[in-house]
């Protein structure tokens, strides 16, 4: 599934292409991926001849700004694609369920062979209509998420996204502090801590020298500041390559080029291989029904 490194690659490709073209058409093959919709008339009417005002991100989902102050939310799924295309004249991939085309050129293709993924438009609360946001992240003490939760409550309840939420060691420290749960289980779990995946849990935990079945109330303050550092490093670093393309193939960003930071994994998927730190073969468990990849020495 792609996460967080993914998505805010596909964001900044699109942000530099779309933003002030109007939709002039929102072509829907598969009900399934407007399934928030009651049909795929009313998800097109929602779009068709607005204009897009901004592209940003939230946890795993693209969220689309239009100028009637409602948002387009993608969320890709297990192997949603995004991919551009200059006209109706490019062949379409299969498994092509929606089409966007634009006003003054060009479309953007929704393809998604196992159709976990979903395109829904929002519309912003009622002036006076509470919002609910979710405990985590009313810790952020700045960054875009806050506003963003607040005029889509798709995603009020979503956690703290590591890099759209400002967030300090000591109030993830007080996170972490209030839960008995494994660490791995505590980073993917997209209520409290938004965008983060099996992969990237992985060489987080990795670059933290931390154990993925670690009780998440039992790191020290050091460790915390750790895990801190880490998770913003590995991020930052994986967006910088654009983010991870494993052996499927799936990941790729608007314009069709996979991703690079695979070249970059220090444990996830290297079963059986040295660890690059300590020469110690990575050791895969499987741990609630998802691998875990880990060094059992580094990560002792």
Known sequence: MPELPEVETVRASLARDLVGKKVKSAAVTNGRVVRRHKSAKEFR?????????????????????????????????????????????????????????????????????????????????????????SKFARLSIGGEGLALRKVVPELAHLGLDPLEDQIGWDRLAAVLRSRTTPLKTVLTDQDIIAGIG?????????????RFDRPSDSLSTIEIRRLHRSTIEILNEAIKHGGSTLDDEQFVDPDGKPGGYQAFHQVYNREGLPCFECRTPIERVVFRQRSTFFCPKCQS
């Open 45 to 133: 009417a929602a779009l068709e001849g607005h204009t897009i005002k901004s592209v940003e991100r939230l946890g795993k989902n693209l969220v689309v700004g239009l100028d009637n102050a409602s948002h387009l939310v993608i969320h890709l799924g297990m192997s949603g694609q995004l991919l551009r295309a200059k006209g109706p004249k490019d062949p379409k991939p299969k498994h092509t369920h929606v089409v966007f085309t634009f006003t003054p050129a060009g479309e953007l293709r929704y393809v998604d062979p196992r159709t976990f993924g979903e395109l829904y438009v929002s519309t912003p609360p009622s002036e006076g209509e509470p919002v609910e946001i």
């Open 198 to 210: 099996n992969i990237y849990a992985d060489e987080i935990l990795f670059a933290s020298g931390l």
